[in-house]
Nanobody, 124 residues
Framework: QVQLVESGGGLVQAGGSLRLSCAASGRTFGSFAMGWFRQAPGKEREFVATISRSGINTQYADFVKGRFTISRDNAKNTVRLQMNSLKPEDTANYFC?????????????????WGQGTQVTVSS
């Protein structure tokens, strides 16, 4: 099992930027895909972005395409989410997760380790 710890959340004005980081320890980080998900109050957790084991392949939810960028550094056991042009509707608790396979997936059930989350609040 892997332990995942997110950081980098906070309060930002609309149009601003934040960079989230997720540090992993335990199971071999570089062997599995990683993902970012988010959950707003009263809503279900939703997919944001995913990156393959190698970092070559990525996928994004339509609502973040062109604004968010996922990246990973396997030497540092870290995955990041650069968030630009933030909107109030991006307000949520953001979670990183490790996949069951090396390949990207948008499905919750394809991830078996989750962090505790970091809160992102975007003011209008």
């Amino acid at each position: 099992q892997v332990q995942l710890v997110e950081s980098g959340g906070g309060l930002v004005q609309a149009g601003g930027s934040l960079r989230l980081s997720c540090a992993a320890s335990g199971r071999t980080f570089g062997s599995f895909a990683m993902g970012w998900f988010r959950q707003a109050p009263g809503k279900e957790r939703e997919f944001v972005a995913t990156i393959s084991r190698s970092g070559i392949n990525t996928q994004y939810a339509d609502f973040v395409k062109g604004r968010f960028t996922i990246s990973r550094d396997n030497a540092k056991n870290t995955v990041r989410l650069q968030m630009n042009s933030l909107k109030p509707e991006d307000t949520a608790n953001y979670f990183c997760a490790q996949g069951r396979t090396p390949y990207t997936s948008q499905a919750n059930e394809e991830y078996d380790s989750w962090g505790q989350g970091t809160q992102v609040t975007v003011s209008s």
